[in-house]
């Protein structure tokens, strides 16, 4: 099953991934507002509802 991946250089930390509940099970998170949004791989079941509501282009697909 595929997992979502942020990839840290593109995530501008705009909080759009999480805040805005892009995820239907809420795996998304930041640790703080300096760090960029990551997502929780356990958790997540590779829907890909999140990818395009990043603006960023940064959450892709990738096979665990
Ligand atoms: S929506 Fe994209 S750019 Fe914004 S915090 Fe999430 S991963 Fe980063
Ligand atoms: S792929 Fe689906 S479950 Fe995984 S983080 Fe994105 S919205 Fe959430």
Redesign the pocket.
């Known amino acids: 099953m595929p ?2 991946y942020i990839d840290p250089a593109k995530c501008q930390k705009c909080a759009k991934c999480y805040a805005a509940r ?4 809420k ?2 998170f930041r640790i703080d507002a300096d760090e960029p949004a990551i ?1 929780e791989p356990n958790h ?8 395009e509501k990043c603006p960023a282009h940064a ?1 892709i ?1 990738r096979p665990s």
């Open positions: 997992k979502a892009a995820c239907p099970i795996v998304i997502v997540c079941h590779g829907c890909g509802d999140c990818i959450i697909l």
